[in-house]
């Protein structure tokens, strides 16, 4: 049974960092795109990271520069670490498994969700 769990939310103020984790089970970890996406109150969900099986990433142009997405194959465990944050930057966080092999591209490939870990950024 595929379960994805996150921790690491918090409540920090703006120019602070908090790293997110997100544990993986019930599936090889390391064969498949995982990625990191954000909702605020009223928003829209938006895709935030996402990185490949080969390491490959990408990112939200919004958070280039401020977020960094990895992963430990060994601990099954992705993680997102967010520096310069921003009150914009408050959501509610989800990491997500696309386990379809070879694919990596958009949100609504990843049909394996997480309960989401809150971020909160004070001005």
Do not use: H
Not at 37 to 66: C, H, L, M, W
Not at 101 to 119: E, K, L
């Amino acid at each position: 049974q595929v379960q994805l769990v996150e921790s690491g939310g918090g409540s920090v103020q703006a120019g602070g960092s908090l790293r997110l984790s997100c544990a993986a089970f019930g599936y090889t970890f390391s064969y498949y795109c995982m990625g990191w996406f954000r909702q605020a109150p009223g928003k829209e969900r938006e895709g935030v990271a996402k990185i490949s099986s080969d390491g490959s990433t990408s990112y939200a142009n919004s958070v280039k520069g401020r977020f960094t997405i990895s992963k430990d194959n060994a601990k099954n465990t992705l993680y997102l670490q967010m520096n310069s944050l921003k009150p914009e930057d408050t959501a509610m966080y989800y990491c997500a498994a696309d386990l379809v092999r070879g694919r990596c591209r958009s949100g609504a490939d990843f049909g394996y969700w997480g309960q989401g870990t809150q971020v909160t950024v004070s001005s």
